[in-house]
């Protein structure tokens, strides 16, 4: 979502068949034992002979002009190697790129990494050295002296939007807004998307309904810390061992950043301890570098979870206003969604990505959005999961709730009555194709769940999600093994969902051998073309492709050798449960060869097998599901205890489906942590008061009921395998569906996120003042 | 660089005059879990570690004639796993039993929770509400003083340079007398309490509450007596009209500020609901004959 598909992209048409590796559970994950056994290698496992420490100083100071930095003392202490700040690093003109699904503009990139002008948030980086050791290094940041102004600063979005706020940026003016407006702000562009005649629309309409939701930022909460290790040779080559979903983006990002070429810089990605869109953006990459260049040593960086939160990238704070008309027989005939986000010290929010999820649930012939991106003091923010859509999602459908309730219609009826399906026209753009939305209401519908009975204070939530699936570059090389076995070198990055399994589910599918035979093994940039990031729930739809295309490639060599051995014409010879056969009793008399017989002659008939993919994937599949919640509220504390959780989704095709409930439950615990309790907390200096998981309070195992999972399969038509995107869908629904269940626990609607029971029991008694004395 | 100094002392002497020459730049260690992790975020930057897990006196649970008596340095789940200890002392459990996880609670000790003086200590109500003592150990002797008197503000103790907490004493209770904690978190555990409640009550043969000790955590800058909330129990038999009674007394003695954790009108809310909660469990309790 957000950029335009390629005309030159790749699609493969869906072919049904009969499966015997993929849809169903492999024995085993492959990386699993590695993981609970302590050997898997997470970037802060990796050491070089001789390195050095890297810390971080950084501002204490929400906004303030940077006067002077003075690190000579720092220098000088013992242990000490290399000290950086803004003048080691060049400055960059405004140059946009994509850095996963947000846009980066390298201008505003190495402003993040290192303060230049002004430190814009709390926690922004001001310099950086290199030690013999931690102690060392912490300690030479205390030696550096920085001399800064402290500015006014800003952290709401309402705030920021405010004519007489503090500007972060001077020279900003507001893109998109005609005419031109003359004075800055702190509203870097408006977009808009629209279908219809709105105004028409709410005139056809017999009941409209406006509410303004609030939300505050959140983070990825990735257990993993960022960490980079880094070496610069004298030769002038990089190499880089990181924490990354992307690592040719990195790459792309270092290159640009440090004004290297391409090739000098190679990245290898660790194993990924999470990083749900946040780990798309370099933070400590070119510090360790340019650190190491100066030290002539290997540097290591970690962060610690303080800086993790405080610098590295949440989702946006939002203010969204909601406004749905609808006619006495439950048709809506307008939808407009004002959404005011967050992008953090520079422009960039997720408003191009969640602007399309806003009201495609749903077939509304007059739609608006309009969206503010608004720069305030708070660090740049990055995608989560779904960047931008659960905020949007809490306002719709707590507002279908509503004018639901108002018409005495059934809250699935009403989403049933106006529901997308195929040929239904977005407001971004496409037709919609054959989608699994309506399957996924009426297996709601249809769920013991909607059956289960409610005691007193408890209350049911329905809700209901969409995300397209990205597809962008991606690259595959299949190696075919003298033994018979096959290594999948793949380029986009196994974000710990399992992609490897599923890709080598696809390859053992595809040659016809046992799965067991497959490995799928990351690559680093050295080893395939550029790969686009792991973003947009494209690992498997898309690196999936790639695979079948790599696999096609190496049969099409295999089938080669066969003709070679046979001397007949390669359109005589077929591929079949993992052999060569003649096409027909007319080609001649021949045993069928193996995988593993041609793999042993191969080098004798033309050399190696593989297989290769270098492709544009464009045949992502948008996915939809619904989601079913109790919850109980105890009345005194404000508290919500979840009681059951239901997800329902359309995966087009699950691969491996123990790994598909896994996405879907993973991401529904982010939403239902984000909709109870997560949330950014500043002082009144704009300083994050929370930077931790004591105090940025996501959930712990016994907050989460049992989760059921049900997998509705409408095949993606452009897919061989017909995959959909399954990872960010899930985490759309929570925040409404649990503000749901909240009101029709106790009658409250809670507009304001988080719903952390203090703001619960504010609720309950406005409602209730009167009952509350006694 | 300085460097820090890690001593293991196996003796009372031996600890106290380490602690004693490190002067105020010393930390004293026995679970480690705020220690290091306050180590970790750089809160502290100790000179000196004086691990006394290995002095005797501070690892005994021992019945006495008068009461229980527990070293400082006993682990949670040494004291979760003390049969007797648990069936006697339910209500010093409660808040035991809440502290951190369960891999936490296997370091962590009581002695460190009192004396990190954290107003949020999850072991600290019901050891006042017990009227629970600590026995001091110091270059300039011994001393025994009520756990109130330990923590006199955020992170702040009253015992003075080379002290050490050796254990707490918790008296017999007299035949009728039932104590309990509760806490209130945001999430259901692996939190830091909002609000916490701890209460003593003791019933005549009558039924009715003749002596009662309510402390609050969490609402002020240490742990809280309040004392018009155990007086609105005492003469009742903790019905409904003195539970309205205590929840308001309860919320009136609240001193709390507003903070990442909560607001100021919350905490006083919840204090009072808490309080009515953890009185009807102590009444149960009572009635069963336990503590």
Redesign the interface.
């Known amino acids: 979502m957000g950029m335009k598909p390629s005309p030159f992209g790749t699609q493969i048409p869906y072919e049904e068949k009969e499966l015997k590796v993929v849809g169903s559970n492999p024995e085993a994950r492959p990386d699993a034992v590695d993981k609970v056994t302590g050997k898997a290698r997470y970037a802060a496992d990796i050491n070089l002979p001789g390195q050095l420490t890297g810390k971080v100083l950084r501002s204490p100071h929400a906004h303030a002009r940077i006067k002077s930095i003075d690190a000579s003392e720092a220098e000088k202490l013992k242990g000490v190697k290399a000290v950086i700040c803004r003048d080691d690093l060049p400055d960059m003109p405004v140059m946009h790129a994509a850095a996963g699904e947000i846009m980066v503009n390298f201008r505003d990139v190495t402003r993040t990494i290192m303060a230049r002008e002004k430190a814009l948030f709390d926690g922004h980086p001001v310099a950086a050295v290199a030690a013999t050791s931690e102690s060392i290094a912490k300690a030479a940041l205390k030696l550096i002296k920085v001399e800064y102004e402290v500015l006014p600063h800003v952290i709401d979005v309402v705030d920021a939007m405010k004519p007489d706020a503090p500007l972060l940026h001077e020279d900003q003016i507001t893109k998109g807004v005609e005419p031109t407006p003359e004075k800055p702000s702190n509203i870097a562009a408006q977009m808009v998307s629209k279908l219809g005649d709105i105004e028409e629309g709410f005139e056809q309409a017999d009941l409209v309904v406006e509410r303004e939701f609030n939300t505050k930022a959140a983070h990825q909460g990735y257990i993993e810390p960022h960490a980079s290790l880094a070496i610069y040779t004298e030769g002038g080559n990089a190499e880089v061992w990181t924490s990354t979903q992307g690592h040719f983006l990195i790459r792309a990002q270092i290159a640009e950043i440090l004004e290297m070429d391409i090739s000098r810089v190679k990245v290898t990605p660790a194993e990924l301890g999470g990083g749900f869109g946040g780990k798309n953006m370099i933070y400590l990459e070119p510090l360790a570098i340019v650190l190491s260049k100066k030290s002539g040593r290997p540097v290591k960086m970690v962060m610690t979870r303080d800086e993790v939160f405080r610098a590295s990238g949440p989702t946006s704070g939002t203010n969204i206003i909601i406004k749905i008309g609808i006619t006495k027989g439950g048709k809506i005939t307008a939808a407009q969604a004002i959404l005011n986000y967050q992008s953090g010290c520079f422009p960039g929010s997720s408003l191009p990505l969640c602007t399309p999820t806003a009201f495609t649930r749903y077939d509304i012939a007059n739609v608006l959005v309009i969206g503010n991106d608004v720069t305030c003091n708070r660090p740049k923010v990055t995608a989560y999961r779904s960047p931008g859509a659960p905020m949007i999602a809490f306002g719709v459908e707590t507002v279908m709730d509503e004018i639901a309730e108002e018409l005495n219609i059934d809250r699935l009826e009403i989403r049933l009555m106006n529901a997308a399906k195929e040929g239904t026209q977005t407001h971004f753009g496409p037709k919609l194709g054959p989608i699994g939305f309506i399957e996924t209401l009426e297996a709601a519908k249809a769920h013991n769940h909607m059956k289960e009975k409610l005691g007193p204070n408890q209350g049911r939530g329905i809700a209901t999600g969409f995300w397209n699936t990205l597809g962008m570059e991606t690259s595959a090389t299949l190696n075919v093994n003298q033994d018979g076995t096959a290594s999948l070198i793949y380029g986009t990055v196994d974000v710990a969902g399992g992609m490897r399994t599923a890709y080598s589910q696809i390859v053992a599918e595809e040659l016809g051998i046992p799965f067991k035979k497959v490995r799928a093994i990351q690559s680093d940039t050295s080893s395939l073309g550029f790969n686009f990031t792991t973003a947009g729930s494209r690992g498997t739809a898309a690196g999936g492709m790639a695979a079948v295309k790599a696999s096609r490639d190496a049969i099409t060599r295999m089938c080669e050798v066969a003709a070679r051995i046979w001397e007949v014409e390669l359109d005589q010879v077929v591929w079949e449960d993992g052999h060569a056969r003649p096409a027909s009793s007319n080609v001649g008399e021949f045993e069928p060869l193996s995988l593993a017989e041609i793999a042993m002659k191969a080098g004798f008939y033309g050399g190696t097998i593989a297989g290769h993919a270098e492709i544009n994937v464009t045949g992502g599949g948008p996915g939809f599901g619904t989601h079913l919640v109790d919850v109980e509220v105890d009345r005194e504390t404000g508290a919500v205890k979840l009681l059951r959780y239901t997800i329902i989704q359309d995966a087009g095709k699950a691969v491996f489906p123990e790994y598909v409930k896994a996405q879907f439950h993973g991401a529904a615990v982010q939403g239902i942590g984000l909709a109870l309790n997560e949330e950014y907390i500043y002082d009144e200096n704009g300083v994050m008061a929370n930077p931790g998981f004591l105090d940025y309070r996501m959930p712990v195992a016994s907050d989460i009921p049992v989760i059921d999972t049900q997998i509705v399969e409408v095949p993606n038509p452009n897919h061989p395998y017909g995959i959909r995107g399954v990872g960010e869908v899930p985490i759309i629904p929570p925040l409404a569906a649990i503000s749901n269940a909240i009101y029709d626990a106790v009658g409250i609607r809670m507009r304001d996120h988080p719903m952390s029971p203090p703001k619960v029991l504010a609720a309950l008694d406005e409602a209730a003042p009167a009952t509350a004395a006694e | 660089?300085t460097e820090m100094k890690y001593e293991v002392p196996t003796s009372l002497d031996d600890a106290v005059a380490l602690l004693a020459d490190g002067k105020g730049n010393a930390k004293v260690l026995a679970g480690g879990t705020d220690v290091l992790v306050q180590m970790?975020?750089?809160l502290i930057e100790p000179d000196l570690i004086v691990d006394i897990k290995n002095i005797s006196e501070l690892r005994q649970i021992t019945k006495e004639k008068d009461g229980y008596r527990f070293g400082a340095a006993v682990s949670g789940v040494e004291l979760m796993d003390h049969e007797d200890f648990c069936q006697t002392w339910p209500g010093i459990m409660d808040g035991v039993s809440l502290i951190g996880s369960l891999q936490v609670k296997g370091r962590a000790s009581v002695g460190g929770n009192v004396c990190n003086a954290s107003p949020a200590a999850d072991s600290v109500p019901a050891m006042i509400a017990a009227g629970a003592t600590a026995t001091i150990v110091g270059p300039k002797g011994k001393r025994d003083i009520p756990v109130e008197e330990i923590a006199t503000g955020p992170g702040q103790t009253s015992l003075e340079d080379g002290e050490i907490v050796v254990s707490f004493f918790l008296p017999n209770s007299a035949p009728g007398t039932g104590g309990a904690y509760q806490r209130?978190t945001?999430?259901?555990?692996?939190?830091?309490a909002?609000v916490g409640v701890g209460i003593s009550l003791t019933l005549g043969d009558d039924g009715v509450c003749s002596s009662a000790k309510v402390a609050l955590g969490a609402v002020a800058a240490t742990a809280l007596i309040a004392e018009a909330a155990a007086a609105a129990l005492v003469g009742t038999k903790v019905d409904k009209a003195a539970l309205d009674n205590l929840a308001a007394a309860a919320s009136a003695a609240c001193k709390p500020i507003d903070?990442?954790?909560?607001?100021k009108?919350?905490r006083i809310?919840?204090a009072g609901?808490l309080a009515r909660r953890v009185a009807l469990i102590a009444l149960e309790r009572a009635l069963g004959g336990k503590e």
């Open positions: 660089m970790h975020m750089d209130f945001p999430r259901t555990e692996m939190d830091i909002v903070d990442k954790r909560g607001t009108e919350y809310k919840v609901v």
